[in-house]
């Protein structure tokens, strides 16, 4: 599995941003998929998560009511919707897939894309 996140860019605070996250290789729809991001001079953090059928979904209490993650299976895509962005939201985003939902290690894992707010 490949995945290739896109989307990212410098946005002021308080603006939006929508990350995208495509799958290839092979289909993800039965996967559990993440958002990651690390801060420059910071440890990789979970942003988000989603359940293979997208009906359950997980947040950092950092991004809990800002940011919504969702996914179109028939697409292979997921994506992060990103509101009131904050300037320590500044960092690169990753996109993250596990073979089952019940292991808590991602298998898979994106090249990135930068997000930059600026206040």
């Known amino acids: 599995v490949q995945l290739q996140a896109s989307g990212g860019g410098l946005v002021q605070a308080g603006g939006s941003l929508r990350l995208s996250c495509a799958a290839s290789?092979?289909?993800?729809?039965?996967?559990?998929m993440g958002w990651f991001r690390q801060a420059p001079g910071k440890e990789r953090e979970f942003v988000a998560a989603i359940s293979w059928t997208g009906g359950n979904t997980y947040y950092a209490d950092s991004v809990k009511g800002r940011f919504t993650i969702s996914r179109d299976n028939a697409k292979n895509m997921v994506y992060l919707q990103m509101k009131s962005l904050k300037a320590e939201d500044t960092a690169v985003y990753y996109c993250?897939?596990?073979?089952?939902?019940?292991?808590?290690?991602?298998?898979?894992w994106g090249q990135g894309t930068l997000v930059t707010v600026s206040s």
């Open positions: 290789g092979r289909t993800v729809s039965s996967y559990g």
């Open positions: 993250a897939a596990k073979r089952s939902e019940l292991r808590r290690v991602y298998d898979y």
